[in-house]
């Protein structure tokens, strides 16, 4: 009875882990994006909002530490620095 009992669940709990196909599809196309521009993907990104550093989960291996103090000067997709503050746009 029991393993009959785990027969059916077991394939519930591993699938509930996975997201539908074209769903997955687009999350590894927006984390390629993503990468290829800023060099961390989204869950990076996410992890450096929550955290309030600069992270890359790669960097575990290539540097030993997961998060840096300072955000490099990378890429910026958004500012909330008003533009007309910018002294090199005209007003």
């Known amino acids: 009875m029991l393993r009959r ?6 394939p519930l709990l591993v699938g509930a ?11 590894w196309a927006t984390d390629g994006i993503t990468y ?6 989204m869950s990076d990104h996410g992890l ?3 955290v309030g550093r600069d992270c ?7 540097e030993g530490a997961i998060c840096r103090e300072e955000a490099d000067s ?3 997709l958004a500012s909330s ?6 002294p090199d746009i005209p007003k």
Not at 81 to 86: A, I, L
């Open 5 to 10: 009992l785990l027969i059916i669940v077991c």
């Open 17 to 27: 882990c996975a997201l539908p196909l074209p769903l997955q599809i687009a999350v």
């Open 36 to 41: 290829l521009m800023t060099s961390k993907s």
């Open 48 to 50: 450096s909002a929550a």
């Open 56 to 62: 890359a989960v790669h960097r575990a291996v290539t």
């Open 74 to 76: 990378g890429t910026v």
């Open 81 to 86: 620095k008003d533009p007309s503050d910018t």
